[in-house]
């Protein structure tokens, strides 16, 4: 079963109850938490797990054969990015921090002067929780991708993190997706194959916004969504009450706020909660 | 010697322009024994694009063969085009085109540095998420 764990907002605890989800189902069943929050994805330091790189991400880069270039400047015609340059009787050349890797030169080029190369954009990272006792271990794995700073291919590299962790870690009985905020092309990437997607919110106008906008996205992937509102002791409950009710998506748990989870919070280290407890149970179909 | 100058309006009395990949003007002149011959101004298709703005102003600067840019920043993507077609940038002066192409007509003008880390493009033209 696969479970995405979103919101819209950011700063809502998706980080804090992806982290702290994970280690309550741990105690039953095996979990394999995903991180895509690929451009910054700080899963690994809430768990204070190892790191490991498993293997990089690679867009395509094209290369130039000068012995075959025509200077025809075709190559720089269509490339949207203004990645390629090309100036009148000179060889075209490629800026390329600017390419995201469409393709579209290589297909043009009418003398086959143009190659597949290729560009590091990010890495794909493993890591085990430290603090788990020995027997535990094996039940909890955290896989993260990392992209390049200043990359805006990010979609690229969640695709890969999320097709590595289904290709390797089939045997995990759970996969828990952390996505990013947003609802951008990175956040529908970390949720393409998911069963299941959490809304994590909090009754704030901002909250009540952003929310809505994922549930709009959640309707057109048709993926089946459920509420948490996180800090749901502050703020007003109304206002993603409302939405609940117009969308028709169940709140299924209320995390409130609380000076023990900030205290975790703000030393980075993972929450413990009943209610996260709670939620544990009713997803993996245990009473309480 | 031929000189680019990133400006703000088409005449040589215009503003010389702070930024560079969105100058609203190149206007490219001969200056020959400190006189200015064939001035030509090119209003810059590049203030509209998505992202690689410096990169394809810096492009026409190579069109036009000028050996020198005016400019108050380049950005590190426009530097990398700049380098690669051997052109020079020099910092421009607040003031007028005129009095800037005087002053790299008497040396006077600074060479220019890049006004931003080298990066995967890191110019005016938004790099929000996509």
């Given at each position: ?131 788990l006792h020995e027997h535990e271990k094996d039940h909890l794995l955290l896989v993260w991708g990392e992209i390049e700073i200043g990359c805006e291919n990010t979609s690229l590299v969640v695709n890969a993190t999320r097709k590595y962790a289904t290709d390797h870690f089939s045997d995990y009985d759970y996969f828990l997706i952390d996505t990013a905020a947003g609802t951008h092309c990175n956040v529908i990437s970390a949720m393409l194959d998911a069963d299941l997607a959490l809304a994590v919110t909090e009754p704030t106008p901002l909250g009540k916004h952003d929310l809505e906008l994922i549930l709009q996205l959640l309707d057109i992937m048709q993926l089946p969504a459920q509420i948490i509102i996180n800090k749901s002791d502050i703020g007003d409950l ?51 | ?130």
């Amino acid at each position: 079963m696969k479970i995405a764990i979103t919101g819209g907002k950011g700063g809502t605890g998706k980080s804090t109850i992806s982290t702290a989800l994970a280690l309550e189902i741990a105690n039953y069943k095996k979990v394999l938490l995903v991180d895509v929050d690929v451009e910054c994805p700080d899963d690994h330091i809430i768990l204070s797990t190892t790191r490991e790189k498993l293997e990089d991400v690679y867009a395509l880069l094209p290369t130039f054969n000068q012995e075959k270039c025509l200077k025809c400047g075709r190559c720089a015609e269509v490339c949207k990015e203004n990645a390629v340059v090309f100036v009148k009787d000179r060889y075209p050349f490629i800026v390329s921090g600017q390419c995201n890797g469409c393709g579209a030169c290589l297909l043009t080029c009418p003398s086959g002067a143009l190659g597949e190369g290729q560009q590091v954009i990010g890495s794909i990272y493993q890591g085990k929780c430290q603090q788990l006792h020995e027997h535990e271990k094996d039940h909890l794995l955290l896989v993260w991708g990392e992209i390049e700073i200043g990359c805006e291919n990010t979609s690229l590299v969640v695709n890969a993190t999320r097709k590595y962790a289904t290709d390797h870690f089939s045997d995990y009985d759970y996969f828990l997706i952390d996505t990013a905020a947003g609802t951008h092309c990175n956040v529908i990437s970390a949720m393409l194959d998911a069963d299941l997607a959490l809304a994590v919110t909090e009754p704030t106008p901002l909250g009540k916004h952003d929310l809505e906008l994922i549930l709009q996205l959640l309707d057109i992937m048709q993926l089946p969504a459920q509420i948490i509102i996180n800090k749901s002791d502050i703020g007003d409950l109304n206002l993603i009450g409302e939405v609940s009710r117009d969308k028709n998506v169940p709140i299924i748990q209320k995390i409130p706020y609380e000076r023990n989870i900030l205290k975790k919070h703000s030393r980075g280290q993972p929450v413990v909660h009943k209610n996260i407890e709670e939620l544990a149970y009713s997803l993996i179909g245990m009473r309480t | 010697m031929k000189v680019a100058i990133a400006a703000s309006g088409d005449s040589l009395d215009s503003q010389a322009s702070p930024v560079f990949g969105r100058c609203s003007h190149l206007i490219v002149v001969n200056i020959e024994n400190g006189e200015f011959k064939d001035v030509k101004a090119i209003p810059n298709p590049a203030t509209v694009e998505g992202g690689g703005a410096g990169i394809k102003t810096a492009r026409i600067v190579g069109d036009e063969g000028a050996e020198a840019l005016i400019s108050g920043s380049v950005g590190p993507n426009a530097s990398e085009v700049l380098s690669q077609l051997s052109i020079k940038a020099y910092q421009m002066v607040p003031g007028t085109v005129k009095q800037n192409l005087t002053l790299i007509s008497e040396g006077k003008l600074e060479e220019l540095t890049p006004s931003a880390p080298r990066g995967r493009g890191l110019g005016m033209g938004g790099r929000g998420r996509r």
